[in-house]
């Protein structure tokens, strides 16, 4: 079992950044693929970004070449970079991860991102 735990959110102005981090617990975090999700008031929750166990990665078309996620296997941690923010990437951003099938979400760091 995977546990994550969301930190990093906050207020930032139009262009600027922030780096969301994904602690998560157990012993199968490097077995885990990971992934980030958003949800903005009054939308559903979408894909953002996915890095898997061979560091491969995925971006949705509206963040690619803007978010950048890492993960660190020895600190059982996931990142997410992300620069250039817009105000339609204000959500609350969720961790995600992926067991053998099985899925963790960790509870959402708020990001809000101003004009």
């Known amino acids: 079992q995977v546990q994550p735990v969301e930190s990093g959110g906050g207020l930032v102005q139009a262009g600027g950044s922030l780096r969301l981090s994904c602690a998560a617990s157990g012993s199968l975090f490097s077995a885990s693929s990971m992934g980030w999700y958003r949800q903005a008031p009054g939308k559903q929750r979408e894909w953002v970004a996915t890095?898997?166990?061979?560091?491969?990665?995925n971006y949705a078309v509206s963040v690619k070449g803007r978010f950048t996620v890492s993960r660190d296997n020895a600190k059982n941690t996931v990142y997410l970079q992300m620069n250039s923010l817009k105000p339609e990437d204000s959500a609350v951003y969720y961790c995600n991860a992926n067991t053998g099938g099985f899925h963790y979400w960790g509870q959402g760091t708020q990001v809000t991102v101003s004009s």
């Open positions: 890095i898997t166990t061979s560091d491969s990665t």
